[in-house]
């Protein structure tokens, strides 16, 4: 099996600046195993794997150890590759993600991305985070990570 990568630095205009994404098309979906294999072996925060929908595209983000349901520089790295290689003739770009519908559109020669908003909601008490952060927090609330609040820094 040969499948295409690309790896692109978000957020800068030069080489090994910015934040690198590995960017992977492919025409049909794999397995999940070939494709967190494939980012353990990148190495990179984030690899993007991405199939043409009827109407957009399909995308999944993979850490070297896990599937994660959002993730904005590879998303914003995977529209560098369908606007520049893969003859996308578009100025807006819709994904298709576990975290819902993402765009990205041109914006001259930047690309900007809408950010889904997931509010916090007010988080239980919670013993082993109050140990991790060695300190118990006036409030806690979560969306998919913790947000702790403390009094003073």
């Known amino acids: ?87 996308f003739k578009e100025d807006n770009i819709k994904f298709y993600s576990k975290s819902g519908e993402l765009f990205v559109a041109k914006d001259g020669d930047r690309l900007k991305m809408n950010f889904p908003s997931t509010p916090p909601v007010k988080a239980p008490k919670n013993s082993l985070l109050e140990r991790a952060l060695g300190k118990k927090p006036s409030e806690l609330y979560y969306t998919r990570d913790y947000l702790a609040v403390f009094n003073t820094e």
């Not at 205009?13 to 934040?19: K, R, S």
């Not at 993007?48 to 959002?70: C, M, N, Q």
């Open 1 to 87: 099996m040969i499948i295409t990568m690309y790896q692109i630095d978000a957020f800068t205009d030069h080489v090994f600046g910015g934040n690198p994404a590995a960017v992977c098309p492919l025409d049909n979906w794999i397995s999940d195993g070939i494709m967190q294999n494939i980012a353990m072996e990148n190495n990179l925060s984030e690899t993007a794997f991405f199939v043409k929908s009827k109407d957009g595209f399909e995308i999944r983000w993979f850490t070297p150890t896990a599937e994660i349901e959002l993730a904005g520089h590879p998303t914003l790295a995977t529209a560098f590759v369908i606007f520049n290689h893969c003859n």
